[in-house]
Every structure is written in structure tokens, then in C-alpha cells.
């Protein structure tokens, strides 16, 4: 099955809607740098690598829609674009990446007219699409060498290809291990608050006729305890120099749960997820986001009301529970600083 999470249509950007995933499948459609910031922020587009190819094409769709004004016109539009855009979420650093690359392809020709700057900006997206989906798939070939036959993995949020280009980068590597012949199962935590395991990978992994079993987050260590989970493997909005992995609330439990009950803990993270700006886990900002989300879902609400409510988005495992980082140039065992450095060289 291939998932189009994100798609080029007419001239405009289409995404899958994710907020009304698995009851509905429809495509919205986005022609601005301020629309698909805010396809972002209201998550009809989510997951880190995706959020950024989202943000490329935002980039690209403003440089279009301002090719016929004035140089100074074009430019200082183009830079309110890029600012919206980079207000839209907080901390997948892939939206960062995905910007600074755009503006680089920019500088580099800045003397061209308008109409040029948005061919090649558009170019430009359309590869960081397309290399998503490479990345990936050798993400997921190094990955598939972790899982035996037979193992049963625990995931927690979509890092699928809903959360990517395509394939994904967690559940590509549950992908590429079927491909490669491997019988695996896969156990997908809810996680709340916006479901995205019961909604996204729930729904990717039937489509894909993957075994998929579902269970409530707090049901992790009574699993791990009864000896029904073999590896975990999460994906991740933010990698620190040191190792440290923040990723959707309540990564951070199982990580401890996993090394509890010496469960080997894998992350998938492409190179763009890596921030080597950020010493530690510590300086990464953790989105917080509406009340909403915990008191119910959609229009439920069950939470009495009054109630103070919390609702930050993501959590940092500390590195040392990292037992590797699967990556795009292989895998990164008990990653740290000095480790994570040779990766770019
Ligand atoms: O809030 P979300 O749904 O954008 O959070 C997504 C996650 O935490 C994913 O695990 C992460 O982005 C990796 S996606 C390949």
C-alpha cells in the first residue's frame, strides 16, 4: 500500500487530513506559506520528517504565489512566509531543517527573477519529498537487521509513513523487516491525547497486513512484565548532541519501562532530526498544547470541568536509555556526542 501523505495536485499542495484519520481519508488542499503553517499547527499534517517536507512546499507555494509582484515586494513577502511558518510548531527540528535548506536554495539565487526563484524553490521541495522516502527506505533496511524473526515490537505514536514522505520511519523499518521476509508483530500504544497509534498506526498497520495488536499506554509494563514485548522501537522529533531523544509524550515511559525489563530501546531518526545546536535533551522546547486534548477527544469532553489540565506534547529520553539510533548511515549503538558528530563528517 503506498500512503500519499503529502502530494503535488494542480499546483498546490494536498495533505491528508490526519485529524479525521481512520473514520474518514480525505485530501485538503493548500496554495500559501500561511495555510500550510496552519495545516501544521491544527495537525492535519504531523510527524517530524513530514511537518518539514509540509513546510519546504509551504515555502515554495508563497514564492508562487508572489512571483508577479515587485523584487522588494516578492522578497519581503517571502519573509513573513518563512517567519509563519516557523511559528507553526515547536519541536520537530525537521521544520527548522527544511526551512534553512529553502533559504539556502534561495540565497544561492537571489539574483534571479521571481518567477525563477519559485521554479527552483518548488524544485527544491519536490527532492526533499522524494529523498524522504530514500531516507527511509535505508533506514529501514538497517533497521530490519535488529528484528529476528518472529519478534513482537512495541511502537509508540505514528512514525509511519503518515508521520514522513512516505514509508516511514519507525514503521518503515517494521516494513522493510516484511519485506524482507520476517514475520513480526507489532503492539501500538494508543497515546494520548491525540491518538495517533490507535488512529494512524493502528490504521497503517492493518492496510499493510502487519499483525497489529492495540493497547492502552498504561498497559506497556504489564506487557513488557509478562514477557510479550522483544524490542521497542520509537521514531523522533528531536535528537540533542548528546544523545538525548525527545518524542511524543510518554516515549520517555517506556523508555524506562523497556530498560526496566532489558527490552533493547531503538530510535529511528533520519540526519534532519538531528539538532547539533542543542547540547542536551534539557534545551530542546516542549510544545504544550490544548487544554482540549486531555479533557476528552473531539467533542467528548469528560474531564470535570474546572480542572486545572497539563498537556505537554513530548517528553526527552535521556540517551542513556538509548540502546541505538537508526539512521540513514546505519546504526548508532548507545549513541553519544562524539558518536553523533562522525555522523556528519
Ligand atoms: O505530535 P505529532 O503527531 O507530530 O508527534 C509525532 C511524533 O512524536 C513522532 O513519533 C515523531 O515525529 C517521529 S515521526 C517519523
Given at each position: ?9 494542480h ?20 496554495d ?13 499534517v ?9 513546510a ?31 511559528q ?14 529553502m ?19 518548488l ?19 538497517f533497521?530490519a ?7 513482537r ?161 513530548f ?8 540502546t541505538?539510533l537508526i ?11 562524539n558518536?553523533l ?5
Amino acid at each position: 500500500m503506498k500512503v500519499e501523505t503529502l502530494r503535488w495536485s494542480h499546483n498546490k499542495l494536498e495533505m491528508i487530513d490526519q485529524r479525521i484519520l481512520p473514520t474518514a481519508f480525505e485530501y485538503v488542499s493548500y496554495d500559501s506559506a500561511a495555510s500550510v503553517a496552519e495545516g501544521i499547527r491544527s495537525m492535519v499534517v504531523r510527524g517530524a520528517p513530514a511537518i518539514g517536507v509540509a513546510a519546504a512546499y509551504g515555502v515554495a507555494l508563497e514564492a508562487l504565489r508572489l512571483q508577479s509582484n515587485s523584487i522588494d515586494s516578492f522578497k519581503s513577502g517571502m519573509e513573513i512566509g518563512f517567519t509563519v511558518l516557523a511559528q507553526s510548531r515547536p519541536t520537530a527540528v525537521n521544520l527548522f531543517w527544511a526551512l534553512q535548506r529553502m533559504r539556502k536554495v534561495w540565497d544561492s539565487i537571489v539574483a534571479q527573477t521571481p518567477q525563477q526563484v519559485a521554479a527552483r524553490l518548488l524544485e527544491e521541495a519536490h527532492e526533499i519529498l522524494a529523498e524522504d522516502i530514500r531516507i527511509n527506505r535505508a533506514m529501514g533496511a538497517f533497521g530490519a537487521e535488529l528484528l529476528a524473526d518472529g519478534t513482537r515490537v512495541l511502537t509508540h505514536c505514528n512514525a509511519g509513513a503518515l508521520a514522513t514522505a512516505g514509508w516511514g520511519t519507525a514503521l518503515g523499518v517494521f516494513r522493510s523487516a516484511v519485506e524482507a521476509g520476517k514475520k513480526i508483530s507489532v503492539i501500538a500504544d494508543e497515546t494520548r491525547p491525540f491518538l495517533q497509534g490507535a488512529r494512524l498506526t493502528a490504521w497503517e498497520m492493518v492496510q499493510e497486513k502487519i499483525p497489529v495488536t492495540l493497547i492502552t499506554d498504561n498497559m506497556a509494563g504489564y506487557l513488557m512484565a509478562q514477557g510479550e514485548v522483544d524490542a521497542v522501537v520509537v521514531g523522533t522529533d528531536r535528537v540533542a548532541a548528546n544523545g538525548d531523544v525527545a518524542n511524543k509524550i510518554g516515549t520517555y515511559m517506556v523508555a524506562v519501562l523497556a530498560q526496566r525489563h532489558n527490552i533493547p530501546f531503538y530510535v529511528a531518526c533520519p540526519l534532519s532530526t538531528i539538532d547539533m545546536n542543542i547540547a542536551s535533551g534539557a534545551d530542546i522546547p516542549i510544545e504544550e498544547r490544548s487544554a482540549d486534548e486531555v479533557k476528552g477527544f473531539r467533542d467528548m469532553h469528560w474531564a470535570a470541568e474546572g480542572v486545572k489540565i497539563r498537556n505537554p506534547s513530548f517528553d526527552v529520553t535521556p540517551a542513556e536509555l538509548v540502546t541505538g539510533l537508526i539512521t540513514e548511515k546505519g546504526v548508532v549503538m548507545q549513541p553519544n556526542k562524539n558518536k553523533l558528530q562522525q555522523l556528519f563528517e
